[in-house]
Nanobody, 129 residues
Framework: QVQLQESGPGLVKPSETLSLTCVVS??????????WSWIRQPPGKGLEWMGS???????FYSPSFKTRMSISRDTSKNQFSLQLNSVIPEDTAVYYC?????????????????????WGKGSLVTVSS
């Protein structure tokens, strides 16, 4: 059984950096051909894909976040991480990590093309002073 668990601070101040880690068990983050994604859901709004890191370490970001986010991984710990810089109160959301059966071709990535089959429980991050 694949399990994902998000961890990180629940409160971040405006202009600071939001950092979250997703620890994966039951599968390796280097397994062909999965990607590992970050998705968020602001209060009262829908799910929003933020970015992904593939089994080979390639990263893809939503244009909405590309300039201020990065995804990295630590294969020795089987985990991947999100950093979102210069946060604002509108970044308040539940942040999820998920195993993603997306498709990529060249510079384009189609998240969830074949679905996102395993999700973490989500981590609420509030941006407030």
């Amino acid at each position: 059984q694949v399990q994902l668990q998000e961890s990180g601070p629940g409160l971040v101040k405006p202009s600071e950096t939001l950092s979250l880690t997703c620890v994966v068990s039951g599968d390796s983050i280097t397994t062909n051909y999965y990607a590992w994604s970050w998705i968020r859901q602001p209060p009262g709004k829908g799910l929003e894909w933020m970015g992904s890191i593939t089994y080979g370490g390639n990263t893809f970001y939503s244009p909405s976040f590309k300039t201020r986010m990065s995804i990295s991984r630590d294969t020795s710990k089987n985990q991947f991480s999100l950093q979102l810089n210069s946060v604002i109160p509108e970044d308040t959301a539940v942040y999820y990590c998920a195993r993603d059966q997306g498709v990529y071709s060249g510079n384009y990535y189609y998240p969830g093309y074949y679905g996102m089959d395993y999700w973490g429980k989500g981590s609420l991050v509030t941006v407030s002073s």
